[in-house]
C-alpha cells in the first residue's frame, strides 16, 4: 500500500516533468503559413477566369508565368491552363506548342492530352492526333466527350481514319432479353454486385453515369436494393464512349424498326409518343425490353435511328 506522503511526491515529480516539457516547447517556433507566390495567386485567379470562359483574360494572366521547365505542380498546372485557354481562343498552334510541353511532362495525365490531340487535328497534324486518341482508347477510357467534341464533332467522326480506331477499339454492350441480362449484370441482382462490376460508388439509389454533359446509362433498383431497370441512351454511347450495344447479339446501333421485328418477333407493345418517336416493346416471361425510335434524328437512309433501349421487370 502506497502511503500519501509517498503519493504527493510521485504527484510532484509528474508535475514538474510535465512544466518542464512544456517550457521547452514553449521555445519552439510556431510554423508561420508559408507565403503564396505570385505565381500561385495568378494561377486561382485565371481558372475563375476560365470558369466564367473568360479565356483571353486568363491567359494574359498567365503567360508571365509560363516556363519552359515543369518540374514543379505549379508551373505544370500554370501551363496546361494557359494551353486551354489558349485553344478556346482559337490560338491552335500557341496550344500546341505549349501543351507539347505539358504533355511530355506529365503523359498520365488525360485533360491535356485531349487538347493536344484536339489541336493537331484541328491544324492537320492528323498522324499526332490519331496516336493521341489510340492512347486514349487503349487505355480504356470511357467517357470520350472531350476528344470527340473539342476537335468537332461532326468533322471528327466524319474522319474514317476515327472511326477505323473507334470501331477497333470498341466494346460489345450486350442486351439479352431472354436471360434479362445487361452487360452481363442480371436483373434480380443486388445494387452491391451491380455497382462492382460498374465501378460505380456504392450507396443507395439508382446508378448513373455521363460522358461530358450527356446521360449514357441508369440503373434503377427496387427498394430492396434490386435490380429492376436499365436504361441505356444508344445515340450518346455511340457518340461519346467505346461501347457498342449489341441486342440479342444481333442488333446493333443501326438498328431499324423492321429489323428489330425480324429478330425479336411481333411486338407487344407499340406505342407513337407525341414527339412522332415510336416504342416498340417485347415481353418474355418476367423481363420486358422496349426499343425507343427517334423520328426526329434519321439515319442516312431516312430510318429513324434507336435512341434509348430499355431492359425492365415488368409491374404485376
Known amino acids: ?131 493521341i486518341l489510340e492512347a486514349l482508347l487503349k487505355s480504356e477510357m470511357r467517357d470520350l466527350y472531350l476528344a470527340v467534341t473539342l476537335p468537332g464533332e461532326s468533322v471528327f467522326l466524319a474522319d474514317p481514319d476515327v472511326q477505323k480506331l473507334l470501331e477497333q477499339y470498341s466494346k460489345v454492350l450486350p442486351v439479352n432479353i431472354d436471360s434479362g441480362s445487361c452487360l452481363g449484370l442480371l436483373l434480380g441482382q443486388p445494387r452491391a454486385e451491380v455497382s462492382a462490376a460498374l465501378g460505380a460508388t456504392t450507396g443507395e439509389g439508382s446508378l448513373a453515369a455521363r460522358a461530358g454533359p450527356h446521360l449514357i446509362w441508369i440503373w434503377n433498383f427496387d427498394d430492396h436494393g434490386i435490380l429492376e431497370e436499365v436504361v441505356l441512351h444508344a445515340d450518346n454511347l455511340r457518340r461519346y464512349t467505346p461501347y457498342r450495344i449489341l441486342i440479342q447479339n444481333t442488333l446493333g446501333v443501326g438498328v431499324t424498326p423492321a429489323a428489330a421485328h425480324d429478330t425479336l418477333g411481333p411486338t407487344d407493345r407499340r406505342i407513337k409518343a407525341d414527339d412522332e418517336s415510336v416504342i416498340l416493346g417485347w415481353t418474355r416471361r418476367r423481363v420486358a425490353l422496349d426499343l425507343i425510335f427517334s423520328a426526329g434524328s434519321e439515319s442516312q437512309d431516312g430510318q429513324p435511328q434507336l435512341e434509348l433501349v430499355r431492359l425492365y421487370r415488368p409491374p404485376g
Open 1 to 131: 500500500m502506497v502511503r500519501r506522503r509517498d503519493s504527493d511526491t510521485v504527484a510532484r515529480m509528474y508535475r514538474a516533468a510535465i512544466l518542464s516539457v512544456i517550457a521547452v516547447l514553449a521555445l519552439v517556433p510556431y510554423p508561420e503559413a508559408q507565403e503564396r507566390l505570385p505565381s500561385e495567386d495568378a494561377l486561382d485567379r485565371a481558372r475563375a477566369l476560365a470558369a466564367e470562359n473568360r479565356y483571353a483574360d486568363a491567359f494574359d494572366l498567365l503567360s508571365p508565368h509560363l516556363r519552359t521547365s515543369l518540374t514543379d505542380e505549379t508551373s505544370w498546372e500554370i501551363a496546361a491552363e494557359a494551353g486551354r485557354a489558349a485553344f478556346h481562343l482559337g490560338r491552335y498552334r500557341e496550344a500546341l506548342s505549349i501543351l507539347r510541353n505539358v504533355v511530355a511532362a506529365r503523359p498520365i495525365v488525360l485533360e491535356p492530352a485531349l487538347y493536344l490531340g484536339a489541336s493537331s487535328f484541328i491544324l492537320g497534324e492528323r498522324d499526332q492526333a490519331l496516336l
